[in-house]
Each structure stands twice: as C-alpha cells, then as structure tokens.
C-alpha cells in the first residue's frame, strides 16, 4: 500500500512538472521574449492612457472658414480644466493624448501659421497635465478632413503643410522634456476612397513619406526634440496586416509606432455590442492581429502603443469590462501600452461635467484596478 502511495505520488509530480514545463514552453511561443529598447520602454512607460476626444480635435469637418477657440466645446463637450486632468490620474490612468485638429486654426499659404490664442491654449492644457507627473501625447488629428490627403496627387501640399504645422508645434515645446510626446498624424488616409480604411499600395506610400517629412523636421527644429519620442501611425492608424506590414520604420531609437484597434468593430455605424464575452476564436483573431504588430515592430526594437481603443455597448457592462481587461493585458504580453478613446459621448467612460466615473468597472477593467488592490 504504501509503496502505491509512493508510485502515485511519483507519477502526480512528474505530471504537474512536465505541466509547467508545458505551459512555459506554450507562453514562450505565444508571447516571446524581445530586446528591451529605448522605444519600447518608454512606450510602455506610457501605461494605460486616456484620450481627450472631440475637444480640441473638434472641427467643423471640409470647411473653408477659420475658427477660433469655440471649437474646443463645439462638439458638445465642456471647456477643458486642469481639475478635470487631476480626476483621469485619480482613475487610474498614466497618460493623455490631446487630439488636435489644426486646420481652422492656420493662416493662409505660404507660411500657413498657426493662430497665436489657439497655440497658447493648447500649451495651456499640455502644461496642466505634465504638471500632474503624466505623460502627453499631441498630434495632427482631424486635418485629413481639411488639407492632409494622402494620394500622389496631393503628396506634396500635404507635405507642405504638414511640414510647416509641426515646425511650429517644434518650437513651441522645444524646451519641453521627454514626458510631452509628439505624434505626426492621427489616422491619415484619403477620405471618401472606396478603400478609405484599408488603403492601397499609393496610399500607404505616401504615408511613409508624410511620416519621414514630418520627423524630420521635428528632428532639426533645435532643443530637445532631437530626443524627443515621436509616434507615427500606419495608413488610417490601421491594424489591418497589409498596413501594419506596409509601415516604414525610420532609423531613429525614438520613433514609436501608433495604431488604432477597435476590436470587433468597423466604424460607429457598425460596432458589434458585447452581449457575449470573446469566445476562443474571437481571443483567437485578437491574437493574430497583435502578433502580427508584435513580430513587424516589437521584434525590430520599435515600441507600440495601441492609441486608441473602446467600444460603445453600456447595456452589456459587465460583458463588456471583461473583453476590455483581456483586450489590455494581451496587449501588454505582447509588448504595447493602450489608450483608451473617450469621446464624453458614445465612448464616454467619465462626466467631465461632474468630474465622476460614468462606469467604473469599465475604468477598473482597463485600468486593472482591482488587481492592484
């Protein structure tokens, strides 16, 4: 009897150490190792952010009028406080990116500058979150819809423009350390094209092009944004492998790569709810699509952040926060750091009127708060 004892326990340790050898060889080859680079670090340093979203991205979309700073609240959203940053770092997230759409805001060509009063109140904001020890991202955001078109035929006014935009925006926050992070477009693509959010050869091209022009002139616009991170998107900042694998990578340490995934979902018009948690095939398709990011940029030294990501389903909460967790920590296996996209509206996880949680377990979820405790 004892001696059976003995044989069992023998064969149950040999099972649960070959279990573990198992399990370590299966996360070796679902998550493998990389070089720690300067890029990924700091991209991942980024941690768990949060989009500032239809603020002062906020425009009137193909108009030939200039604006001034009504555009920050004309998509329904409150003027921006310093009080309401303070409540995203009391949620639990590290980081913001402020969307900009300058368009509206620039004088005409050849020199194309940029409204004093609107620079100024974007300064503003920018410096109110440092000020909080966080993280910030700006960019070119909406401008697509304006004068950034990314066909041959436009190639080089897009260029023009764009150059001269973030010459200014340079020196303007020349002197601003590493914790203000530059981002040369949003989602660049040719509006209105059949394949407007899949892109073809041309497109993704030009995208190259219009991502080397602008980090370049960041690059020689003097102070510290010859070491400053500059993020740069894929076509339309698609997850979709033929963008993904169409990027060109600068030689540069500090350039990061920037893509958007809404899992599960094309356009507002067709977002899937979440009446279900991800079954293994859906984990499955998530998986495929980050690796191939994993294996195109973090394998090659490059950081990435997922820049923007979110859903609109508030029925199915607790469905939801459970897709968002897993969404998150995949993402940080493989090596990215994710922002959340809060639009105060359809996206919208916190009132920036009251300043409260609009959904908190969507908050914890993303922000994987309850595991901190």
């Known amino acids: 009897m004892k001696k059976s004892k003995k044989i069992i326990a023998i064969i149950l340790s040999v099972i649960i150490l070959f279990s573990g050898v198992i399990f370590a060889v299966k996360d070796k080859i679902l998550y493998p190792s990389y070089e720690m680079t300067e890029s990924i670090e700091f991209a991942q340093s980024l941690g768990r952010g949060w989009n500032l ?43 913001i990116r402020i969307p900009i759409t300058w368009a509206q805001h620039l004088g005409d060509a050849p020199d194309y500058t940029i409204d004093k009063a609107w620079l100024d109140r974007v300064q503003t904001v920018v410096d109110w979150a440092l000020a909080l020890d966080m993280k910030v991202i700006i960019n070119v955001h909406h401008d697509d819809a304006f004068w950034l078109i990314t066909d041959n035929a436009h190639k080089e006014s897009s260029k023009e423009i764009l150059t001269r935009v973030w010459s200014q925006i340079a020196e303007r926050f020349k002197d601003y350390d590493n914790n203000l992070v530059f981002e040369t477009m949003n989602e660049p693509r040719v509006e209105f094209a059949e394949d407007e959010w899949q892109g073809n050869p041309e497109s ?16 020689n616009s003097g102070g510290n944004n010859k070491e400053r991170f500059v993020l740069i998107p894929t076509y339309a900042a698609s997850g979709l ?5 169409a990027l060109a990578l600068p030689e540069d340490s500090r350039v990061i790569v920037s893509v958007h995934y809404y899992f599960g979902t094309a356009h507002q018009s067709e977002f899937k709810d979440a009446e279900k948690e991800w079954d293994i095939s859906e984990k499955a398709e ?4 980050f690796r191939t990011m ?13 820049s923007e990501f979110g859903w609109t389903d508030r ?20 090596g990215f750091s994710c922002m959340v996209w809060d639009n105060g509206e359809s996206f919208g996880l916190i009132d920036r009127t009251t300043l409260s949680e609009k959904y908190p377990e969507y908050i914890e979820a993303i922000n994987n708060k309850e595991e901190a405790k």
Request: proline share 2%; aromatic share 12%.
């Open 315 to 334: 029925e199915n909460i607790e469905n939801l926060s459970t897709n968002a967790r897993y969404y998150v920590e995949l993402a940080e296996k493989l």
């Open 204 to 219: 993704r091209e030009v995208v190259n092009y219009l991502n080397f022009a602008a980090l370049e002139t960041i690059r």
């Open 286 to 289: 998530l998986y495929k699509i």
């Open 53 to 95: 979203g239809n603020t002062f991205d906020a425009c009137e979309k193909h108009s030939t009028e200039k604006a001034g700073l009504e555009t920050e609240t004309m998509w329904g959203n409150p003027e921006t406080t310093k009080e309401l940053f303070a409540f995203v770092k009391e949620c639990g997230f590290d980081s």
């Open 241 to 245: 492998p033929e963008n993904v694998e």
């Open 294 to 306: 994993h294996n195109c940029y973090i394998q090659k030294g490059y950081g990435v952040v997922k």
